[in-house]
């Protein structure tokens, strides 16, 4: 066995579905029901709903929210707040994604300090990074992706990193159909590890980085077959409770 498989012996996969901005009460029973059903032993799911659903779901199911303030509370209309999630069985944030990034003008330094709240109150991020085509176009798509670690990175330190989810989601593949290829995939959760190794080994080789983007049940194996691919940040597929599960099932093995 070389040294590599021992430490992907030791990571456990993650799926964790993303419903954006879609689903419904239906949605939650459907979902309720085919967890219910499925036996996932070797792996963790975690649904990532709409704030108002958030109580409906009962203490089985691992629940992330989508989003959450960078502030402990107060004026700020609109926002919630970590303390919240920790009232209801919510114990990852997503945070960073490249719509609030697009659509909320999050900079690196927001999504940073929104990393450190998270910390705090001892949730879990899943932070996630991953560049536009242009910049892949441009050849900077290394520089891009260290620079949106480095500033999380400056922001809580690399011993932070071992409480925090990453998320590898290339812009271009986000809800296109057009996924990352397997190969694609490793090679940049391969320099994700890298870049993070070269601050500790350890927490690089135990962190858990999902791939994410428009991943299917029909090509979730190959790509959590690569090597420093730890399991799928899943949008469109996880509003399908049946899809949603083969791809967790692919995890699972
Ligand atoms: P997708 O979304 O699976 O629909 O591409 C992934 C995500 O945005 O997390």
């Given at each position: 066995m070389t040294e590599h498989n021992v430490q992907l012996g030791k990571r456990r996969q993650l799926v964790a579905g993303n419903w954006k901005m879609n689903g419904d009460k239906a949605l939650v029973e459907q979902m309720h029901r085919q967890l219910a059903a499925t036996s996932l032993d070797n792996m963790d799911v975690v649904i990532c709903p709409p704030?108002?659903?958030?109580?409906?779901?009962?203490?089985k199911v691992k629940l992330g929210a989508q989003n959450v303030s960078q502030f402990d509370s107060g004026a700020h209309t609109g926002e919630v707040s970590v303390a919240m999630f920790n009232e209801f069985n919510c114990r990852y944030v997503i945070v960073g994604h490249s719509e609030r990034r697009a659509d909320n003008n999050e900079s690196d330094e927001l999504v940073a300090l929104k990393v450190r709240q998270v910390l705090k109150a001892n949730l879990i991020p899943i932070l996630c990074v991953g560049e536009p085509e242009s910049v892949r176009d441009d050849g900077m798509l290394f520089d891009y992706i260290a620079a949106q670690l480095d500033a999380v990175l400056l922001e809580v330190g690399i011993s932070q990193f071992a409480h925090v989810v990453l998320a590898y989601e290339p812009v271009w593949a986000i809800g296109t159909g057009k996924t990352a290829s397997p190969a694609q995939a490793q090679e940049v959760h391969a320099f994700i590890r890298g870049h993070l190794a070269k601050q500790d080994d350890n927490i690089a080789a135990n962190i858990v980085i999902l791939y994410g983007g428009s991943v299917k049940g029909n090509n979730a194996q190959e790509l959590f077959s690569q090597a420093d691919v730890d399991g799928g940040l899943i949008g469109g597929a996880s509003l399908n409770p049946e899809d949603f599960l083969s791809i967790c099932q692919a995890a699972n093995q």
């Open positions: 704030f108002p659903y958030m109580g409906l779901f009962d203490g």
